[in-house]
C-alpha cells in the first residue's frame, strides 16, 4: 500500500515564524500536492508538483512556498505564518497527473497563534 | 469554474439501510470522478475512480456511478453498518489549463447507527 508521511500530527506556531511542513511519500509517485481543510470551505488546493523541482500554483497559493528537492518529498513553507493560516494541511501523492488515484496523508492541523 | 455540490449535508439511518449519497458539479469536462472517505480528524481514504469514459464502477457493498453530461455523480451503500460512519467526499479532476487540479465538494457526514 501506498504510504505518505506527514511529519507532524499537531504543531503550534506564533505569528511570524517560518514554518515548514514535510510530506514523504514511499512509492515513487510522480505527483505530489498540498491541500488546506477549513470548515465550510472544504479542501483547497495550495500548490502541486509534477517533478523534482517542478511545482505549480493552485488555487490559494498567496502565503506559501514549496519544495521538491527528492521525488519522495514535498514540503510546504509558510514564510511568516499568520492567524488565517490556522488549518488541516493535507499532502497527497499519484503515480500519474491524470487519472490515477490520490492518495492522502493523515494531515497537520496547524495553530498559528 | 468547476463547482462540487454534495447532498445531503448530513445524513442519519440505521443500521442495514442502503443509501445514496449525491455529488453534483458545473462544468461536464472532467477527466475523472473520485469518493473519498474521511474520517474524524484523520486524511482522506480513496474509495472509488470513475474514468470520464466510464458510468459506473463497484467495490465490495460501494457502487459509484457517473453521468457525466448531467454532471451527476452518486455513491450508493449497501446494508450500511456502523463502521461506515464517516465523510464521503467527492471529487472531480479538472481538464484543459487547469489538469491535474482536484476540485472537491464539502462532503456528507454519515452517521450509521446500530
Known amino acids: 500500500d501506498v504510504k505518505v508521511t506527514q511529519s507532524s500530527r499537531y504543531l503550534v506556531k506564533r505569528t511570524g515564524e517560518k514554518v515548514f511542513l514535510e510530506c514523504v511519500q514511499d512509492?515513487?509517485?510522480?505527483?505530489m500536492f498540498w491541500y488546506r481543510q477549513d470548515p465550510g470551505l472544504g479542501l483547497r488546493l495550495i500548490y502541486f508538483s509534477y517533478d523534482v523541482k517542478m511545482k505549480e500554483k493552485g488555487d490559494i497559493p498567496e502565503g506559501y512556498s514549496v519544495s521538491r528537492e527528492k521525488k519522495e518529498r514535498f514540503s510546504l513553507i509558510l514564510e511568516s505564518a499568520s492567524t488565517n493560516q490556522t488549518s488541516m494541511y493535507l499532502c497527497a501523492s499519484s503515480l500519474l497527473l491524470g487519472g490515477e488515484k490520490l492518495f492522502f496523508g493523515s494531515g497537520t492541523q496547524l495553530s498559528v497563534l | 469554474k468547476q463547482e462540487v455540490t454534495q447532498i445531503p449535508a448530513a445524513l442519519s439511518v440505521p443500521e442495514g439501510e442502503n443509501l445514496v449519497l449525491n455529488c453534483s458539479f458545473t462544468?461536464?469536462?472532467?477527466?475523472?470522478l473520485q469518493w473519498f472517505r474521511q474520517d474524524p480528524g484523520k486524511g482522506l481514504t480513496s474509495l472509488l475512480l470513475?474514468?470520464?469514459?466510464?458510468r459506473e464502477q463497484t467495490s465490495g457493498r460501494l457502487n459509484a456511478s457517473l453521468d457525466k453530461s448531467s454532471g451527476r455523480s452518486t455513491l450508493y451503500i449497501a446494508a450500511s453498518q456502523p463502521g461506515d460512519s464517516a465523510t464521503y467526499l467527492c471529487a472531480v479532476r479538472r481538464g484543459g489549463t487547469s489538469y491535474g487540479k482536484l476540485t472537491f465538494g464539502q462532503g456528507t457526514i454519515l452517521t450509521v447507527h446500530p
Open positions: 512509492m515513487d509517485h510522480e505527483n
Open positions: 470513475i474514468q470520464s469514459s466510464q
Open positions: 462544468d461536464s469536462a472532467i477527466y475523472n
